[in-house]
């Protein structure tokens, strides 16, 4: 039986009339991160979106675990053991932070069960839960974020720029969480980033998205360095 977790076949979507992805085709095995890297407005939040379902693709096809989910909506990727970490803060603020956590599993007693793999992740948790989530700290807003999407359990992540406006500690401490969710809980992650270091630090596999089609991919060694991504990334 195959490992791929997730198989885009000559996926084309966008916004109207106008395409944003071009053809992309790409594959993700159990237990890698693969990268997804290029500067702004090059359709890297919109290649989530369309595997998530929240923008309809024009062609091509989703594939999770061999079964054809390019049509199926958002809560039901959800349900199927997909996690989606955007870059919009997508809290509720004035709900607290047990109960954002909260939405993560489909019941109390799922919830239950997993709140103290959850602990560990994010110190003194279970002391804040009644605290509402929109009075944390940015970095530990995203950090509630991470926690929502695995106290889940996916079989993949779909995350966006989770370094953005991170301290250097927190982004070291994102760093370890996604090594840990990759290592330890098998779960394959496909990861939008502009902070080249830290994609290339955890990342198996990167691929370039520019103006919407993929010009580079490659296995993340020795021989790649920020620098000469940074390069290739700015012309």
Not at 33 to 41: C, E, H, Y
Not at 204 to 222: A, P, S, Y
């Amino acid at each position: 039986m195959s490992d791929t977790i997730l198989e885009l076949d000559d996926l084309t979507s966008g916004y109207g009339s106008a395409s944003v992805l071009r053809d992309v085709s790409l594959g993700i095995r159990k237990g890698e991160i693969l990268a997804v890297l290029g500067k702004n407005g090059m359709g890297k939040s919109t290649l989530l979106k369309t595997i998530m379902g929240f923008v309809r693709p024009f062609s091509g096809k989703v594939f999770v675990q061999n079964k054809d989910v390019t049509t199926v909506k958002p809560h039901t990727m959800a349900r199927s053991g997909v996690a989606h970490i955007p870059q919009e803060n997508t809290l509720f603020p004035d709900l607290s932070v047990g109960e954002n956590l909260r939405l993560g599993v489909t019941s109390d007693r799922l919830f239950q069960q997993r709140l103290p793999t959850i602990e560990p992740l994010f110190p003194r948790i279970l002391e804040r839960m009644k605290q509402r989530a929109g009075t944390l700290s940015g970095g530990e807003q995203k950090m509630l974020l991470m926690c929502r999407g695995l106290i889940s359990h996916p079989k993949l992540m779909l995350i966006d720029e989770i370094s953005e406006g991170l301290q250097p500690a927190m982004v070291d401490r994102m760093a370890e969480i996604l090594v840990w969710a990759r290592d330890e809980l098998g779960i394959s992650i496909l990861l939008v980033e502009q902070h080249l270091d830290f994609a290339l630090t955890i990342s198996n596999r990167f691929m370039i998205l520019k103006l919407g089609e993929i010009v580079d991919q490659g296995t993340v060694d020795n021989h790649i360095s920020s620098d000469e991504l940074a390069a290739h990334l700015a012309v």
